[in-house]
């Protein structure tokens, strides 16, 4: 059974980095047929994708339009994690983050989730 | 991106069967059969209920289903029970290869 456990700071000051580990266990980050996803939800914007990281002969990632300037997602394979960066945060980046293992283009499996809160 | 457009809120006695819509456009929606539901009650993470449009994961009711004509997809639900009343999002895959989501439907039930 696939399970994530998501870990980080519950609370960042504006122009600061968000950053946001996500354990996996019952898969592998260089797993070939899933892809691993930062996804997060606040009461003003809803539940807003933010990119993926996954394994394909090469590592690729591929990031929501709007938040490219400033995200980075990175895997961990010593560690069989992956993990969120989010450089220049701002109050509205206020949300739940959750990380999640997308397979069949379904996210099968959901980490926890954080409340991470920016403010100062 | 555009958020796809589902209906606010839902409603349905016991029993009953529900459809709730998602509308998108002819570069997510329409582009692939890469559309999922999810399902979330208050302060859970959301839990997939459909992907590729019609197939259910393992331990879904099969009182779940969902369906795709042009640039609209569907979740409908049969048999309502109490347990089914959440909140629902839909998300589609885009040529972008980037994800959007439906801004939710909150199901109640009677």
């Known amino acids: 059974q696939v399970q994530l456990q998501q870990s980080g700071p519950g609370l960042v000051k504006p122009s600061q980095t968000l950053s946001l580990t996500c354990a996996i266990s019952?898969?592998?980050?260089?797993?070939?047929?899933?892809?691993w996803n930062w996804i997060r939800q606040s009461p003003s914007r809803g539940l807003e994708w933010l990119g993926r990281?996954?394994?394909?002969?090469?590592?690729?990632?591929e990031y929501s339009l709007s938040l490219r300037s400033r995200i980075t997602i990175n895997p961990d394979t010593s560690k069989n994690q992956f993990s969120l960066q989010l450089n220049s945060v701002a109050p509205e980046d206020t949300a739940v983050y959750y990380c999640?293992?997308?397979?069949?283009?379904?996210?099968?499996?959901w980490g926890q989730g954080s409340l991470v809160t920016v403010s100062s | 991106q555009s958020a796809l457009t589902q209906p606010a809120s839902v409603s349905g006695s016991p029993g009953q069967s529900i459809t709730i819509s998602c509308t998108g456009t002819?570069?997510?929606?329409?582009?692939?059969?890469?559309v999922s539901w999810y399902q979330q009650h208050p302060g859970k993470a959301p839990k997939l209920m459909i992907y590729?449009?019609?197939n259910r994961p393992s331990g879904v009711s099969n009182r779940f289903s969902g369906s795709k004509s042009g640039n609209t997809a569907s979740l409908t639900i049969s048999g309502l029970q109490a347990e089914d009343e959440a909140d629902y999002y839909c998300?589609?895959?885009?040529?972008?290869?980037?994800?959007?989501f439906g801004g939710g439907t909150k199901l109640t039930v009677l």
């Open positions: 999640a293992r997308e397979v069949s283009s379904g996210w099968f499996n």
């Open positions: 019952g898969d592998s980050v260089s797993s070939d047929s899933a892809a």
């Open positions: 990281t996954y394994y394909r002969s090469k590592w690729s990632n």
């Open positions: 002819s570069s997510d929606v329409g582009a692939y059969n890469f």
């Open positions: 590729e449009v019609t």
């Open positions: 998300s589609s895959f885009t040529i972008s290869s980037t994800w959007v």
